[in-house]
DNA sequence: GAGCACTGC
């Protein structure tokens, strides 16, 4: 046992300790939330002394000197609540070239963070949010006419970028947080390039000024990939953090668990008891047992010890417990990266990072999703670190060694490398790009990896070939990128209009497109409950016909005012919250399918032309069933291999021919959300 | 027999 060098550094030399502040070479990947803002002052003399405040004028003269400009602001700068309105203030809402009164937009990867700095700006100018400043994101649009200054996320500016490539209602596009490289915020710089470089052609210069925010060490790809974009870098106001590192490499990998606990444990000595505990682990299985195991040793040893879990999929009851105050327990925390930026806890003054995380990777070549345990970076090393306190002075223990930190990559991989490149290349078509060649990445994915992505557009014909030179969406690929789906999920529209059950495919796609309904509360009761809540909405042709009878359950549910919805959802193992978005979804893309008057027709309660639809609209996502694997095997790719999903309703039930929604891999690969279908149906592929 | 986190036209 490794742990005891970690022991506040009386171990000598076998502790090594190190400030994670100041100018370091990482800053901290900023995300508010309204909580954050409680206590900090709103007073005239706090807003003027923000180090922004105090460089404006250089600020903004960079800003009207250069079409695009870098900024660099580290954490406590101000530079996301003071930027823009330092320009708004100096009149850049104005076309430069014409002078008419167009918007400045700010682009957020997190809505919680759009909101809370249109609150927070709205509350700086005494106006009301929605007025002057506003903020807009899925689902909400609190801006007006008057609205110069809109806070909204990037995916947001993306979509208004696909019909209006120009972005003709905005003088000026700020791009926060670009250093985390999301998806969106990737795909929105490469559009922005391309509008700059079509603006030095037709002679319109200065219509729209761009101003990119990032941390420091990301910069210098931005400005390259501007054409050598002026940087300007502010100071930040950041707090100490004590950053303790294992004296040895950590090679027990299936360890993590119990070194965090007793990491806890350890510390639970010489902390004084209000000082809480947040502990950083790659996924709900390592949480829930590391959650268990401190239950178990804190009333072994008497000890004041209080652990809770966080993720996401957690029901909204569980995660609220976390704020409850324990005025004689310590509180610790075990959550998977939602704490990192979107979930802000008070009291948190010591922090223990695993240095994993769970992530997404693309399987280019089998067209599914990867769920991988890795390293996390340095830049995620230092939020993590970053949480343990925002005005006091707190602790990170890490559970590695500080080589094994030097070894960790500087930043996360971008998103883009890891991801199902289809809507994003169809996003660039649809702007009117012909050619992949052309397109410039901030990091490029391989060419094996776009050629696979173009492959499965024309598989489904999404794209049509130009007659002269390179590519273009064809009719359908036109409608499908008008909807917030992946492209190839979205062809189950037409093929169930024509089979005259468009209305259960709209229901179907809102549950595909969005995170799933089952809580995933911690512990065997729970797990029995979830299982039997899927039990009873279990169908005989498949977990799409399973989504038909919760949406059902839940429309009938949400008629009868009487009824605690709430409770009876809960009482049925579903997430009250997730399946208010699956509505709200499915209200979205019904009005999209109205605007294109697709014929609107239920099947009612015989589900046959609904998988036929299925079938018709995923052909290749035909498996059949192997008895001498007790598997599956993909019909047109009869190598590949997988199980159906231990949540699904068709599970240990060995149909067939099933056809599923998607394919992921975790522990084995998975087919997940299947539809029992008939292979006479499907005569092509042998 | 099992579930990283975000985001949207």
């Known amino acids: 046992m490794r742990l005891e060098v970690m022991n506040g550094g009386k171990a000598g030399n076998s502790v090594t300790t190190a400030s994670a502040s100041n100018s370091s070479n990482i800053s901290k990947l900023n995300g508010f939330n309204n909580k954050q803002f409680d206590g900090i002052k709103l007073d005239k003399d706090f807003i003027a002394n923000l180090p922004v405040r105090l460089v404006e004028d250089e600020v903004l003269k960079v800003i009207k000197e250069n079409e695009v400009c870098i900024i660099i602001g580290e954490t406590g700068s101000g530079k996301s609540t003071q930027i823009p309105q330092i320009c708004l203030d100096a009149g850049l809402h104005k076309c430069p070239t014409t002078g008419v009164e167009k918007k400045i937009i700010v682009t957020q990867?997190?809505?919680?963070?759009?909101?809370?700095?249109?609150?927070?700006?709205?509350?700086?100018?005494?106006?009301?949010?929605?007025?002057?400043?506003?903020?807009?994101?899925?689902?909400?649009?609190?801006?007006?006419?008057?609205?110069?200054?809109?806070?909204?996320?990037?995916?947001?500016?993306l979509a208004d970028a696909m019909k209006d490539p120009f972005l003709t209602d905005y003088s000026m596009v700020i791009i926060d947080e670009a250093h985390e490289r999301g998806l969106s915020s990737d795909t929105l710089l490469m559009i922005l390039k391309i509008l700059n470089r079509k603006?030095?052609?037709?002679?319109?210069?200065?219509?729209?000024?761009?101003?990119?925010?990032?941390?420091?060490?990301?910069?210098?790809?931005?400005?390259?990939?501007?054409?050598?974009?002026?940087?300007?870098?502010?100071?930040?106001?950041?707090?100490?953090?004590?950053?303790?590192?294992?004296?040895?490499?950590?090679?027990?990998?299936?360890?993590?668990?119990?070194?965090?606990?007793?990491?806890?444990?350890?510390?639970?000595?010489?902390?004084?008891?209000?000082?809480?505990?947040?502990?950083f682990l790659p996924g709900f299985e390592e949480i829930n047992s590391a959650v268990k195991l401190t239950a178990q040793r804190s009333k072994e040893k008497g000890l004041t010890l209080i652990a809770f879990p966080l993720y996401a999929s957690l029901s909204l009851a569980r995660q609220a417990q976390i704020y409850q105050k324990q005025s004689k327990l310590?509180?610790?925390?075990?959550?998977?990266?939602?704490?990192?930026?979107?979930?802000?806890?008070?009291?948190?003054?010591?922090?223990?990072?695993?240095?994993?995380?769970?992530?997404?990777?693309?399987?280019?070549?089998?067209?599914?999703?990867?769920?991988?345990?890795?390293?996390?970076?340095?830049?995620?090393?230092?939020?993590r670190a970053g949480r343990a306190g925002r005005e006091n002075a707190g602790k990170c223990y890490r559970l590695y060694s500080l080589e094994e930190y030097n070894k960790m990559l500087k930043m996360p991989v971008p998103e883009v490398l890891r991801s199902n490149l289809t809507s994003v290349i169809l996003t660039f078509l649809k702007i009117g790009m012909k050619q992949t060649k052309s397109m410039s990445w901030l990091d490029s994915p391989s060419k094996d990896k776009i050629m696979a992505a173009m492959r499965q557009l024309k598989e489904y014909d999404l794209i049509t070939k130009l007659p002269d030179k390179g590519y273009a969406c064809s009719e359908r690929g036109n409608i499908v990128s008008e909807f917030p789906i992946d492209p190839v999920l979205c062809l189950l529209l037409f093929k169930a209009e024509k089979n005259r059950c468009l209305v259960e495919a709209i229901t179907i796609l809102a549950f595909l497109s969005s995170d799933p309904v089952f809580t995933n509360d911690s512990g065997d009761l729970e797990d029995k409950k979830a299982d039997e809540a899927r039990r009873k909405f279990s169908c005989?042709?498949?977990?799409?016909?399973?989504?038909?009878?919760i949406y059902s359950f839940y429309k009938s549910f949400k008629k009868n005012k009487n009824t605690s919805l709430k409770g009876d959802l809960h009482r049925y193992g579903l997430n009250e919250v997730r399946?208010?978005?699956?509505?709200?979804?499915?209200?979205?893309?019904?009005?999209?399918?109205?605007?294109?008057?697709?014929?609107?027709?239920?099947?009612?309660?015989?589900?046959?032309?609904?998988?036929?639809?299925?079938?018709?609209?995923?052909?290749?996502?035909?498996?059949?069933?192997?008895?001498?694997?007790?598997?599956?095997?993909?019909?047109?790719?009869?190598?590949?291999?997988?199980?159906?999903?231990?949540?699904?309703?068709?599970?240990?039930?060995?149909?067939?021919?099933?056809?599923?929604?998607?394919?992921?891999?975790?522990?084995?690969?998975?087919?997940?959300?299947?539809?029992?279908?008939?292979?006479?149906?499907?005569?092509?592929?042998?």
Request: charged share 25%; glycine share 4%; net charge positive.
């Open 109 to 157: 990867p997190r809505r919680i963070a759009a909101s809370a700095l249109a609150k927070r700006v709205a509350s700086e100018r005494n106006v009301k949010t929605g007025t002057e400043v506003g903020f807009k994101f899925r689902f909400e649009n609190v801006t007006s006419n008057e609205t110069k200054l809109i806070y909204a996320t990037d995916g947001i500016l």
């Open 540 to 549: 005989n042709e498949g977990d799409l016909a399973r989504m038909l009878s």
């Open 330 to 383: 310590r509180k610790v925390i075990y959550a998977t990266n939602i704490a990192e930026t979107s979930i802000t806890i008070p009291g948190i003054r010591v922090v223990i990072d695993s240095g994993k995380v769970r992530q997404k990777e693309f399987v280019h070549d089998l067209k599914y999703d990867k769920l991988v345990t890795v390293n996390v970076s340095q830049a995620q090393a230092m939020q």
């Open 199 to 279: 603006k030095e052609k037709i002679g319109n210069e200065l219509s729209l000024r761009i101003v990119i925010m990032s941390a420091t060490v990301e910069a210098e790809k931005f400005s390259k990939f501007f054409n050598n974009a002026k940087i300007f870098a502010i100071e930040g106001r950041t707090y100490e953090t004590k950053l303790f590192y294992l004296s040895r490499p950590n090679l027990q990998e299936g360890n993590m668990v119990s070194m965090c606990v007793d990491c806890v444990l350890q510390l639970d000595k010489e902390e004084p008891v209000e000082h809480d505990f947040l502990v």
């Open 579 to 686: 399946l208010g978005t699956v509505f709200k979804v499915r209200k979205q893309i019904n009005t999209l399918c109205l605007n294109l008057q697709l014929k609107m027709e239920s099947c009612g309660q015989d589900l046959l032309p609904l998988r036929k639809s299925v079938a018709e609209a995923w052909p290749y996502n035909l498996c059949l069933f192997d008895p001498e694997i007790n598997g599956y095997r993909l019909a047109s790719d009869k190598k590949t291999i997988c199980k159906v999903h231990p949540t699904s309703c068709l599970a240990g039930v060995r149909a067939h021919a099933i056809v599923f929604s998607s394919m992921m891999e975790t522990t084995e690969r998975y087919a997940k959300d299947v539809t029992l279908v008939d292979p006479s149906w499907f005569k092509h592929i042998s």
